[in-house]
């Protein structure tokens, strides 16, 4: 059990060639775009979850913030599909993989900065130093600060990376203890299946609220931008 214990986070390969970008494709497959006059319950409520997600999360924003409204959206439907994926069994998660959160949280990060600048130029800089600050603090502030601004994106993918592969890595631990139990005492592999069917339930509440979490954090960074 210890060798195949971090198994699903290796990257899968088909004849030798990484899969990656197919799985991360694949989660587009499942939010078809509506083509009909009248659409079904699926395609229904995914529309209105989007919109009270997106009244939620915007209602914050000024106009130019709003403009984000399909990079948002975009966003947490992906991580949010994802990760639920990522729970079936024989599957890959690619969220667990931190070089891909950073692929994200490092370009929306950046974008967000870049927007401060443009539009909030001396609001942006301000930020850098306190006003009121004594004379002797000004440059040890602007360094901490300066790092805690280049740490944003680092603690948005690690936030998600470490929830994701918690999650899994516990999973895994109870389902192969529930699987040994089962021949030395059927009773204390029950409860152990008890708390794996708890647990499987709450990591698909994690899968959704790590999604959630992530996007509003960069909506909240867009917001300080904006």
């Given at each position: 059990m210890n060798e195949n214990l971090f198994a699903s986070f290796i990257t899968p390969t088909m004849m030798g060639l990484p899969i990656v970008i197919l799985i991360i494709m694949f989660p587009s497959i499942l939010f078809p775009s509506p083509n009909r006059l009248i659409n079904n319950r699926m395609i229904s409520l995914q529309q209105w979850?989007?919109?009270?997600?997106?009244?939620?999360?915007?209602?914050?924003?000024?106009?130019?913030?709003?403009?984000w409204a399909l990079m948002l959206m975009s966003l947490i439907m992906f991580i949010g599909s994802t990760n639920l994926l990522g729970l079936l069994p024989h599957s890959?998660?690619?969220t667990t993989q931190l070089s891909m959160n950073?692929?994200?949280?490092?370009p929306?990060?950046?974008?967000?900065?870049?927007?401060?600048?443009?539009?909030?130029?001396?609001?942006?800089?301000?930020h850098f130093l306190p006003q009121g600050t004594p004379l002797p603090l000004i440059p040890m502030l602007v360094i901490i600060e300066t790092i805690s601004l280049f740490i944003q994106p680092m603690a948005l993918a690690v936030r998600l990376t470490a929830n994701i592969t918690a999650g899994h890595l516990l999973m895994h631990l109870?389902?192969?203890?529930t699987l040994a139990l089962i021949n030395i005492s059927t009773s204390v592999a029950l409860i152990t299946f008890v708390i794996l069917a708890l647990l499987t339930i709450l990591e698909f509440a994690v899968a959704l609220i790590q999604a959630y979490v992530f996007t509003l954090l960069v909506s909240l960074y867009l917001h300080d931008n904006t």
């Open positions: 979850l989007l919109q009270l997600t997106a009244k939620q999360m915007l209602s914050i924003h000024n106009h130019k913030g709003q403009t890959f998660t690619s950073l692929g994200m949280a490092i929306l990060w950046a974008a967000t900065v870049a927007t401060g600048f443009r539009h909030k130029t001396k609001a942006s800089l301000a109870i389902g192969g203890a």
